[in-house]
Nanobody
Framework: QVQLVESGGGQVQAGGSLRLSCAAS????????WAWYRQAPGKRRELVAS???????NYRDSVKGRFTISRDNAKNTVYLQMNSLKPEDTAVYYC?????????WGQGTQVTVSS
């Protein structure tokens, strides 16, 4: 059973930065492509960024140029560096693999951006 533990969220003002981390248990980390998702109140969960096996990355248009996804296979951890945060980035952020079905979702980490 893979466990995902997200951390690094918090409350910041618009324009601020946060770095999220997601630690995955087990030995399967390097075999998977990983992604960050977010869910704002009353909205569906959406894909924010993904990092592929060759370290190529994809981003949703609204975060391009502001967010950077990375991974450390030695630490079984995927990161999301978020700069120039906007109030519309407020959400609970989750990580999971790209492949279907996803692993059991972690608790996520809350990001709140005030204007």
């Amino acid at each position: 059973q893979v466990q995902l533990v997200e951390s690094g969220g918090g409350q910041v003002q618009a324009g601020g930065s946060l770095r999220l981390s997601c630690a995955a248990s087990g030995s399967i980390f390097s075999l998977n492509e990983w992604a960050w998702y977010r869910q704002a109140p009353g909205k569906r969960r959406e894909l924010v960024a993904s990092i592929l096996s060759g370290n190529g990355a994809n981003y949703r248009d609204s975060v391009k140029g502001r967010f950077t996804i990375s991974r450390d296979n030695a630490k079984n951890t995927v990161y999301l560096q978020m700069n120039s945060l906007k109030p519309e980035d407020t959400a609970v952020y989750y990580c999971n693999r790209v492949a279907f079905p996803p692993f059991a979702w972690g608790q996520g980490t809350q990001v709140t951006v005030s204007s």
